[in-house]
């Protein structure tokens, strides 16, 4: 079975620095896809951004960017010039290639930031 | 904008009482889903649906059934509500197809069972 592990519940940086949030995950499927959803609080869960297994190269949007490691089997994410709205409740989450779109969630880390 | 609505933000209700969870999307997604969150736990899936009246099992359906009767519509039911069922619970819907698979997640409803 895929599992998804998120190692650091809390995390905290200071305004305008940079963060990295680890995910690490298990699977035996060579075909599957990679996300980082954020919860804001008491706000509705959005995607940050989104990676395909088979590509390559590392998925960017804006300010936030993943390092995937395949081989490792390692998908984190890297927020730079951090700003007080990326305060929230970070989510990993894994999907198998195919037709089915469930999603296997990590337990999230809680990202606080400091002004 | 994609729109998941959920039909009540939080929820009290008694030990044994029949529950209903609402979910309404507006996008003609296929795919709809109920998780229930938890501190420490992340999302689990409790049930998903890819078509009307289409119904799978996800991680934890135990003490919980769905209906789906028409495409914008995903209900979560608690037949009779226990105290560990207390918990957030989040409504998503998706597309179906390639490169189409981001969820979109509703407000969520937090239910507290005494």
């Known amino acids: 079975a895929q599992t998804v592990t998120q190692s650091q519940p809390e995390m905290s940086v200071q305004e305008a620095e940079t963060v990295t949030l680890s995910c690490t995950y298990d699977?035996?499927?060579?075909?599957?896809?990679l996300f980082w959803y954020k919860q804001p609080p008491s706000r509705q869960m959005i995607l940050v951004i989104r990676?395909?297994?088979?590509?390559?190269q590392n998925a960017t949007e804006n300010r936030f960017s993943v390092n995937f490691q395949k081989a490792a089997k390692s998908f984190s994410l890297k927020i730079s010039d951090s700003q007080l709205g990326d305060a929230a409740m970070y989510f990993c989450?894994?999907?198998?290639?195919?037709?089915?779109?469930?999603?296997?969630f990590g337990t999230g880390t809680l990202l606080a930031v400091q002004p | 904008d994609v729109k998941v609505t959920q039909s009540s933000r939080y929820l009290v209700k008694r030990t044994g009482e029949k529950v209903f969870l609402e979910c309404v999307q507006d996008?003609?997604?296929?795919?709809m889903f109920w998780y229930r969150q938890d501190p420490g736990l992340g999302l689990r899936l409790i049930y998903f649906?890819?078509?009307?009246?289409?119904?799978e099992k996800g991680d934890i359906p135990e003490g919980y059934s769905v209906s789906r009767e028409k495409k914008e519509r995903f209900s979560l039911i608690l037949e009779s509500a226990s105290t560990n069922q207390t918990s957030m619970y989040l409504c998503?819907?998706?597309?179906?197809?390639?490169?189409?698979?981001?969820?979109?997640f509703g407000p969520g409803t937090r239910l507290t069972v005494l």
């Open positions: 989450a894994y999907r198998r290639g195919g037709a089915t779109n469930k999603l296997i």
């Open positions: 990676q395909e297994a088979y590509k390559q």
């Open positions: 649906s890819y078509d009307v009246k289409m119904k």
């Open positions: 998503a819907s998706s597309s179906q197809g390639f490169g189409t698979d981001t969820q979109y």
């Open positions: 996008m003609d997604h296929e795919n």
């Open positions: 699977t035996s499927e060579s075909d599957y896809y």
